[in-house]
């Protein structure tokens, strides 16, 4: 299994960045769902570029496996 995060955020500034994406990916995927939902549709949700998403993601399959570890964080 890959990690979820191609880099992992330290800087506050990268991890506010990295929540904003999150955010947007669990909103677009809410809303159009994981198939039909894309990296550029979820950047441009962030307010950021595709290549920020990439920088910490090296796919939706990455972005999707950060949300299920943010829910399960998030439970405990």
Do not use: C
């Not at 904003?20 to 949700?45: C, H, P, S, V, W």
């Amino acid at each position: 299994r890959k990690p979820a995060y191609r880099r992992q955020p330290v800087q506050r500034r990268s991890l506010e960045r990295v929540e904003r994406i999150l955010d947007a990916a669990d909103a677009e995927f809410a809303e159009k769902g994981y198939e039909q939902g894309t990296t550029n549709a979820i950047a441009a949700r962030a307010d950021t570029s595709i290549g920020s998403v990439y920088l910490f993601f090296a796919d939706k399959d990455a972005i999707l496996q950060a949300l299920a570890t943010r829910y399960r964080d998030r439970l405990h």
